[in-house]
Nanobody, 114 residues
Framework: QVQLVESGGGLVQPGGSLRLSCAAS????????MSWYRQAPGKQRDLVAT???????NYADSVKGRFTISRDNAKNTLYLQMNSLKPEDTAVYFC????????WGQGTQVTVSS
């Protein structure tokens, strides 16, 4: 059974930083790619960033240059470093892992407000 547990969310002022973590119950090596999504109130869930098993990364235009996705296979953990945060980054952030199936974490709230 694959479990993904996010942590690291919270309240931060505009311009601040947060690092989200996603701890997996299994090795990350078996996943073709891992991703971060976010969902703001009343909006659809959007893809934020993806990292492949080979380490290639892709980002939504809205976060390019501010967010960095990374993975530590030894710790079975996915990260999202978020810098220069804006109020529009406020959302619940979900990690996801994909092989033949797609697995979701439960989400962690990020609020950017002064």
């Amino acid at each position: 059974q694959v479990q993904l547990v996010e942590s690291g969310g919270g309240l931060v002022q505009p311009g601040g930083s947060l690092r989200l973590s996603c701890a997996a119950s299994v090795s990350l090596v078996g996943f073709n790619y891992m991703s971060w999504y976010r969902q703001a109130p009343g909006k659809q869930r959007d893809l934020v960033a993806t990292i492949t098993s080979g380490g290639n990364t892709n980002y939504a235009d809205s976060v390019k240059g501010r967010f960095t996705i990374s993975r530590d296979n030894a710790k079975n953990t996915l990260y999202l470093q978020m810098n220069s945060l804006k109020p529009e980054d406020t959302a619940v952030y979900f990690c996801a892992a994909t092989n033949a199936w797609h697995y979701w974490g439960q989400g962690t709230q990020v609020t950017v407000s002064s």
